[in-house]
T-cell receptor, first 113, second 115 residues
Framework: GQQLNQSPQSMFIQEGEDVSMNCTSS?????WLWYKQDPGEGPVLLIA?????ELTSNGRLTAQFGITRKDSFLNISASIPSDVGIYFC?????????????FGIGTKLQVIP | DGGITQSPKYLFRKEGQNVTLSCEQN?????MYWYRQDPGQGLRLIYY???????QKGDIAEGYSVSREKKESFPLTVTSAQKNPTAFYLC??????????????FGSGTQLSVL
């Protein structure tokens, strides 16, 4: 199946700093989804991207659908302690519905107050 | 509020026992999914259903069974044939394969452990 590489796997940042993480694939996707998951909880959808080059914001979060359709980026500006959690990406390939979605293994974000 | 409800939050299974995880959604979504989450791995698809009374195996269906008798409900049974059932199980739903700008939403998960 398709492979999604997500990086970095973990990061420690100071409160107030900006954060950037990305996902890359060996194949193209039609849709990129970004989620945040807290320990013991289900993932919460942050941003959905549907077109190559699309740039979408949700508060302090901004995500972009790469022009090659093989990558996506998530940026968090002015981080705060509640940003702590695991962020992961998901990509839907051109063929098939969401049953074909591939998930990254996540970026664990820790914020130092 | 619309959403996906999973129960119970924690479940313990004895050897040789079948257990059932509940998933209910009030989003009026046609498609529902079950995923398994293990530490250090991406989510893996167990079963999915695109319409009532129909479901398909995902990548790791062995040892699991499902039913889809109602649009809003998609229970997952972990059978005794599943030898390594300890994991966090996530139910998800989406509007349907042919919807535009489709999104995938998740429930809050069930942690299954073996006694």
């Amino acid at each position: 199946g398709q492979q999604l590489n997500q990086s970095p796997q973990s990061m420690f940042i100071q409160e107030g700093e900006d954060v950037s993480m990305n996902c890359t694939s060996s194949s193209i996707f039609n849709t990129w989804l970004w989620y945040k998951q807290d320990p013991g909880e289900g993932p919460v959808l942050l941003i959905a991207l549907y077109k190559a080059g699309e740039l979408t914001s949700n508060g302090r979060l901004t995500a972009q659908f790469g022009i090659t359709r093989k990558d996506s980026f998530l940026n968090i500006s002015a981080s705060i302690p509640s940003d702590v959690g695991i962020y992961f990406c998901a990509g839907q390939p051109p063929s098939g519905g969401y049953q074909k979605v591939t998930f990254g293994i996540g970026t664990k974000l820790q914020v130092i107050p | 509020d619309g959403g996906i409800t999973q129960s119970p939050k924690y479940l313990f299974r004895k050897e040789g026992q079948n257990v059932t995880l509940s998933c209910e959604q009030n989003l009026n979504h046609d498609a529902m999914y079950w995923y398994r989450q293990d530490p250090g791995q991406g989510l893996r698809l167990i079963y999915y259903s695109q319409i009532v009374n129909d479901f398909q195996k995902g990548d790791i269906a062995e040892g699991y069974s499902v039913s889809r008798e109602k649009k809003e409900s998609f229970p997952l049974t972990v059978t005794s044939a599943q030898k390594n059932p300890t994991a966090f199980y996530l139910c998800a739903s989406s509007s349907g394969t042919f919807s535009t700008n489709e999104k995938l939403f998740f429930g809050s998960g069930t942690q299954l452990s073996v006694l």
